[in-house]
């Protein structure tokens, strides 16, 4: 039994979940509470990366404790390279959210900063978890929090959005609940290397790697389970919106790269040319959608569709290349669409609209929030430099090695990218200033600007110098391929990485 | 003077691959950085310093260009290509890439091109852009433009040649629609990003394709490597890398863009949009020449489209009236004839081309500007005429770059062109030779009628406006344009000349393709034909536009009517393009709005009204097997979403 910094990174959020029941409902406190515990977290995930080894490709800082030992479940978390570089990510973008969030949340903020504590947790608990049942409860958890922040804090249809979110991720959850059981039944263990080490034949290789892939799919989500992400995105308050998009989105890819790869090899082979057909269905229909779209926010969710339909291509690529890259566009595509999404929120708390038409010109009125936009834009249409880039170009190159079809046609991605991306700006911040709401419009304030530039730094440091970042994701990546690339996995029950 | 043609398979040692860290080669990487930091301290300083932040910006693209110089004497004395290296860029997997430059005398020439004219137009725009209110905003994005050029052509990989090649898109983009307040320039910015966008996908892909042949897109690793290519690989790399060329340097179909973007500031137009960012295609097929050699019918699209562009570009130019959009047509043609010396072979000719058009359109740009300042921002030719007596250094300054571009012995303009047709005939190329002659004389006859509306007869404007010569400021460059346009023709006097020399270890060896002469035409004739072509179109013009009844106006033009109709309308490429991506595309990208919200976001909705009898169905699924359990979960989860969602709307 152990205990360390991945432990404490899950509980300081948590913990100051419970203080704030217990303190006044003070809006002075409750942001001191919130931002405390979520930089606490940071801190915790840090030494995490300090302590990690990065030339080690399995899971390490192995943390275990007793849960439910009659059914052989325990509470195990460990990391590897791409949860690690998850968890940065989240505990990263929190205590920016709930910054950006103070300014605009006015409803019982107390509550709105505890769901978000809780929300951080569970999603560190998907990240880190090794043991089946552990990850099946905290995936299931984060629906929780944030079905109330949609539900509670979001826009005029929110109560429609958030049962459409609750409902589909929900279904895909409960069946993949059903593969775990299965693969419990087999092994009569949760434990992750035990089952990763399980031999399985190929039918029920198919059978299960279906129920996972539709709970992860309908995460990511990949085309044709996207709809409710237009939904959620518009109607959540922005922090749900920026916490969606750049980190509650990347438990379905984590998912597909931890689980769906890696425990069902003869099937992810097999599944591999149709996923990586969808994925490219998803990057080019999710921009065609998006180029249509009359309201900002449905517009970005759309983006994410296709942004998320990279990281599926790189994922099922099955090359390092790819699919390590696959990994830094997770990161990516959480950095730039959460800005996006941030942004969207400082100008909808001006103005109380998303309608593209309704803009006109800003640059001229707003040029410090244009030139933000511009830039995110930039990221997020890959341009060389930043880090979109970077994320993009590597699945492209490395997916045309395994399929070059995919790889060429994934690569129109990059126009409509542009397209939409600059037509947007062009409708909003361009062209003629006028009506009396875009005169008035006010530029970014010291905290909104203070909230995105730590992003901004990420984009354009993973932009110049990504080596770090794939340094550390390409170890575990390898190694997830090269059981997908073995015929047939090895068997040795108990496996050699036992936590205990 | 001697017009001495080489022995084309004359050996030429390769250069030797030198790393270098120390010497003027090792602070190369100061060259694209300095512009970069002046970018970030014009952007921060702004408020702080003013007007005098332009300063900065200026001092920027001059160390640049010392620097550039310093290079240039190292490489001039100890001939090499350096390798100067700087750090991991990517590395993911087998695929890896590295920020360190590759300084070769096809560099050097980019280099020095790309400085000097940089920092004279940075000196121009000084006066030019005074009073703008966003005048050091302008300066910060000529800095950014600067070092995005510079990382083009100091990359020494495709993916940082890429990366400068995306960035000076990004300047291209802000410096478009410097002036977004106008809906119609913020509007050709897009187009120019998005047009290039479309041939960065081709360009892309021949990156993912050189990279499964070659394993790297390092220029040390590819270049040697080309000769292992087969014929279709090498094919299809060099249409790609067409692909990709074609956009930037504004070649058919893809030349859309370049003529909409003189929405920008005029110095910008001289820079970015004539001198050096258009030119970039051309940099990058000379760069690859190893890997063109490899696949003659390749370069022999090149030379097709080259000349096409040629010749829509000139075509086109005749009917247009703005003093702007003639010289942005002038461009398309005239980058033409570089893709024709890339496609017949004559690589250090289109680079010798690339230079001498450097000059000259980078001064008709800076004369443009100069005119349209006296002018009150005016710009249709027709409303000019007789501006000669009243901006002297403008008007003289600019009749040595019309004569250059018209390819009048012994401006610049005429060695360069001269040798890119000689080339084509010599290599085989007739038709694209006469083609070519042909273009010559369309490029002097509407250079000549640029020339003529504007500086001679009498004056077609109203009293109000009342022109005066620009500052010195803006002179000054001019007069160093004007030297350089005169002179230039130096670097490469005779066929075979220095520049043609000192760039051979730079570029592919053609010896082995074998080409052989058209006919018989001796070389004194084919340049006797180069001078006539140029004299004709002069003297058209002449009779036209100069002893001509000016007061005719338009009715004096030589094609009227329905020629003209198509001509004005640039042959309806761009009427073509909106209809097939606006409208058509547009009718798709509908569609699929309505597939999405109808069919795949309706069937999870009306499921909801189908679930009951759903439900009697999947209630007798009790199998006993897993599988058929999985299927049921999943059809009543579904059943359930939709049923919900159902009462909830």
């Given at each position: 039994m152990s205990i360390g910094p991945i432990t404490l990174t899950l509980a300081l959020p948590l913990l100051g979940a419970l203080v704030l029941a217990f303190v006044a409902d003070d809006p002075r406190v409750v942001r001191i509470v919130g931002l405390a515990a979520s930089v606490a977290a940071f801190v915790a995930s840090l030494v995490l990366l300090v302590d990690f080894d990065v030339a080690n490709s399995s899971m390490q800082l192995h943390e275990t404790m007793s849960w439910i030992p009659a059914i052989g479940a325990s509470f195990s978390l460990a990391v590897d390279g791409v949860s690690l570089v998850l968890i940065l990510l989240t505990t990263f973008l929190v205590p920016l959210i709930l910054v950006a969030s103070y300014g605009s949340v006015t409803v019982s903020l107390k509550g709105y900063v505890a769901a978000f504590l809780a929300l951080e947790t569970a999603v560190l608990g998907v990240f880190a978890a090794t043991d089946l049942l552990l990850f099946a409860v905290f995936f299931e958890f984060t629906l929780v929090p944030m079905y109330f922040i949609i539900g509670i804090w979001g826009g005029a249809n929110r109560r429609y959005a958030a049962v459409k979110f609750f409902l589909y991720t929900t279904l895909g959850g409960l069946l993949m609940l059903v593969g775990i059981l299965y693969l419990y039944s087999q092994t009569g263990t949760f434990d992750y290397e035990a089952i990763r080490a399980l031999e399985l034949g190929t039918t029920e290789q198919h059978w299960l790697f279906a129920a996972f892939l539709l709970a992860f799919a309908i995460k990511v989500p990949i085309f044709p389970v996207h709809t409710w992400l237009p939904d959620a995105h518009t109607e959540a308050p922005t922090g749900g919106s920026v916490f969606l998009a750049a980190v509650l989105l990347k438990m379905g890819t984590f998912g597909l790269l931890r689980y769906a790869l890696p425990l069902f090899p003869d099937a992810t082979r097999a599944w591999a040319p149709w996923l990586l057909g969808i994925a490219v269905i998803g990057i080019l229909y999710g921009s065609l959608v998006a180029l249509m779209q009359s309201d900002i926010k449905r517009l970005i969710a759309y983006s994410s569709v296709a942004h998320m339909g990279f990281v599926v291509l790189g994922t099922f690529a099955l090359n390092t290349t790819a699919t390590t890259a696959s990994v830094v566009q997770m990161i990516n595509h959480g950095l730039s669409t959460g800005a996006l999404f941030l942004l969207i929120g400082f100008l909808y708390e001006r103005r109380h609209t998303r309608q593209i038409a309704a803009f006109g010109g800003l640059a001229k009125r707003v040029p410090v929030m244009a030139g933000f936009w511009l830039l995110v834009s930039m990221s997020s249409l890959a341009l060389p430099g930043l880090n979109g880039f970077v994320g993009e170009f590597p699945i492209l190159l490395g997916t045309f090695q395994t399929a070059p079809w995919a790889g060429v046609l994934a690569a129109f991605g990059a126009v409509l990218a542009a397209l939409y991306l600059l037509w947007a700006y062009q409708r909003m911040f361009h062209g003629p200033l006028v009506g009396a709401d875009n005169e008035h419009t006010t530029d970014l304030k010291p905290r909104e600007i203070g909230v995105l530039v730590p992003i901004v730094v990420l984009i354009v440091a993973i932009g110049l110098y990504p080596k770090p970042l794939f340094d550390l994701v390409e170890p575990s990546v390898e190694r997830v391929l090269t059981e997908v690339g073995v015929d047939a996995p090895a068997v040795e029950p108990a496996a050699a990485q036992t936590d205990q | 003077m001697t017009f001495l043609l080489a022995a084309e398979d004359l050996a030429v040692t390769p250069n030797e691959v030198v790393e270098a860290t120390s010497g003027l080669v090792g602070l190369a990487w100061l060259i694209p950085v300095v512009p970069l930091v002046g970018f970030l301290l014009v952007l921060a300083l702004t408020k702080t310093l003013r007007e005098s932040a332009a300063f900065i910006a200026v001092g920027a693209a001059a160390i640049s260009f010392l620097l550039s110089v310093g290079v240039a004497t190292q490489i001039l004395g100890d001939p090499a290509t350096y390798i100067r290296p700087i750090g991991t860029f990517i590395q993911a997997g087998e695929f890896s890439v590295a920020w360190d430059l590759y300084i070769d005398q096809l560099t050097t020439v980019m280099l020095l091109v790309v400085t000097g004219v940089g920092l004279l137009v940075h000196v121009y725009s000084l006066g030019y852009?005074?009073?703008?209110?966003?005048y050091e905003r302008f300066f910060a994005y000529l800095n950014l433009f600067l070092f995005s050029m510079l990382v083009l052509v100091l990359g020494s990989d495709l993916v940082t040649l890429f990366v400068g090649w995306e960035l000076v898109g990004l300047s291209s983009y802000l410096l478009i629609g410097f002036w977004f307040e106008k809906a119609e320039y913020a509007s050709a910015a897009k187009k120019a990003f998005i047009t290039n966008r479309v041939g960065d996908v081709s360009f892309m892909v021949a990156m993912f394709l050189a990279f499964s042949v070659f394993g790297s897109l390092a220029f040390t690793d590819v270049l040697p490597a080309a000769g292992e290519l087969s014929s279709g690989v090498a094919l299809a790399l060099v249409l790609l890398l067409l692909g990709g060329a074609a956009a930037k340097s504004a070649q058919i179909p893809l030349f859309v863009w370049l003529p909409d973007a003189m929405a920008g500031p005029t110095p910008v137009s001289a820079l970015i949009h004539a001198a050096t960012m258009v030119t970039a295609g051309v940099y990058l097929t000379v760069r690859m020449s190893p890997v063109l050699v490899q696949s003659v019918p390749g370069m022999e699209v090149i030379a097709w489209i080259g000349i096409g562009t040629v010749l829509l570009g000139a075509l086109i130019a005749l009917r247009q009236d703005d003093i702007k959009k003639i010289l942005a047509y002038s461009t398309v043609s005239q980058l033409g004839y570089m893709f024709v010396g890339v496609g017949v072979g004559a690589f250090r000719e289109g680079i010798f081309h690339l230079v001498t058009h450097a000059f000259f359109k980078g001064l008709l740009f800076l004369a443009a500007g100069s005119v349209m300042h006296a002018m009150a921002n005016r710009s249709d030719a027709w409303g000019m005429g007789g501006l000669r007596k009243a901006m002297p250094i403008t008007f003289w300054t600019s009749a040595i770059g019309w004569l250059a571009i018209s390819g009048v012995f012994p401006f610049a303009g005429f060695f360069s062109k001269d040798q890119i047709l000689t080339e084509a005939y010599n290599h085989g190329y007739f038709a694209i030779w006469l083609l070519g002659l042909l273009g010559a004389v369309l490029t002097a006859f509407y250079m000549s009628r640029w020339f003529f509306l504007i500086f001679l007869g009498e004056r077609r404007f109203a009293d109000d406006v009342h022109p005066h010569e620009s500052p010195a400021s803006m002179t000054a460059p001019l007069i160093v344009l004007a030297a350089l346009s005169l002179f230039g023709g130096l670097l490469n006097f005779e066929h075979s000349g220095w520049l043609y020399t000192f760039l051979a270890p730079a570029v592919a060896d053609i010896g082995p393709i074998g080409y052989e002469a058209a006919g018989g035409i001796p070389l004194f004739g084919l340049i006797g034909a180069a001078v006539v072509a140029g004299l004709l179109g002069i003297g058209l013009a002449y009779l036209t536009y100069v002893r001509g009844d000016l007061s005719r106006g338009r009715m004096l033009e030589p094609i009227r009517g329905v020629p003209a109709e198509v001509l004005e309308r640039k042959f309806y490429v761009d009427d073509l393009y909106s209809l097939v991506f606006t409208r058509i595309g547009g009718r798709f990208a509908g569609a699929m709005v309505w597939v999405d919200t109808r069919i795949v976001d309706g069937l999870v909705n009306g499921a909801g009204a189908a679930s009951l009898a759903f439900g009697r169905v999947t209630r007798r699924a009790q199998t006993g097997l897993v599988r058929g359990y999985v299927a049921s979960f999943l059809l009543g989860a579904l059943v359930l979403v939709g049923f919900v969602l159902y009462s909830v709307r």
């Open positions: - | 852009m005074h009073g703008d209110a966003r």
